[in-house]
């Protein structure tokens, strides 16, 4: 299977990347980054794609030994997620995943997480993992129910799951990397066609959503599908405030219809 795993880099001190991306047809390629949170108990925020796996796991272990991983922050049950979840778990003895009971239950269409490996959190909790201490918000774009996000308060991180993500033309490790034009317009169509639900968003409960963010101040957002954005959250903030009117986005279609028809016409139905 071919990876489309990088390097990993370090996105700020002890936070290391795992970065990865899914081709996303016109709309351009979609980072997909796991993070690892060293402390005096490791967490892994985010497990990767299924297409990355060996290679996930390779570069994980290099920067903490499977014994030495505490958590695991599953932010959602999406695949893109959870594709190497079980492959951590069973590797990583001491590891406990932290979700939302609701991913816990959706996992379950392919596979049990043992009961004793788990921990449900819903929003408004925080969590004090050693010496890390963590907030979980519901982030203000998400396509699961079950998504959480976790803010991190000793860097002033929020790890912001399908929120602030963006598609981009080439991989870059940090949003300085690439045009801030290109970077905020990419923000705005993939949350759109990530959350097409925004669409009917009402703007004062979304800017409530919004100023829950900017409540908590986070110096850098850690996206799941973004390069590390630090001293951009207002930026950020401005860019998806206008995503509720923005004009939907759907993915282009690919049946020809005309071609169909033809056919139908030209072939009739056998007796
Ligand atoms: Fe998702
Ligand atoms: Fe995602």
Redesign the pocket.
């Known amino acids: 299977m071919l990876s489309n795993l990088r390097s990993p880099y370090l996105a700020l001190p002890g936070v290391h990347a795992l970065p990865s991306h899914l081709p996303l047809g016109e709309l351009g390629l979609l980072p997909v980054n796991a993070y690892l949170v060293q402390g005096s108990e490791p967490v892994l925020v985010d497990t990767g794609m299924a297409i990355d796996r060996g290679a996930f796991e390779e570069a994980l272990w290099s920067l903490v030994d499977p014994r030495d991983l505490r958590w695991i922050v599953l932010?959602?049950d999406?695949r893109?997620?959870a594709g190497n979840l079980k492959e951590v778990l069973m590797a990583a003895p001491n590891a406990t995943v932290i979700a939302n009971g609701l991913a816990v239950s959706r996992l379950g269409e392919e596979w049990d997480v043992p009961a004793h490996r788990v921990r449900t959190v819903n929003p408004g909790r925080t969590l004090h993992l050693g010496d890390r201490s963590f907030t979980v918000i519901r982030p203000p774009s998400?396509?699961?129910p079950s998504?959480i996000a976790v803010y991190e308060h000793g860097n002033r991180a929020l790890f912001s799951?399908?929120s602030f993500g963006t598609v981009l033309e080439d991989m870059a490790d940090n949003a300085n990397e690439v045009n801030e034009q290109d970077y905020l317009t990419g923000m705005s169509l993939f949350t759109r066609a990530?959350a097409p639900w925004t669409a009917l968003a009402d703007q004062s409960k979304w800017d409530s959503a919004l100023a829950e963010v900017r409540g908590l101040g986070p110096s850098t957002v850690l996206s799941?599908h973004g390069p590390t954005a630090t001293g951009r959250t207002q930026h950020l903030l401005e860019t998806v405030r206008g995503v509720p009117s923005a004009d939907p986005w759907l993915p282009e279609e690919d049946i020809e219809v005309e071609a169909v028809l033809d056919r139908y016409e030209t072939q009739p139905l056998p007796d």
């Open positions: 932010t959602h999406d893109d997620h998400y396509d699961s998504t799951a399908d990530n799941s």
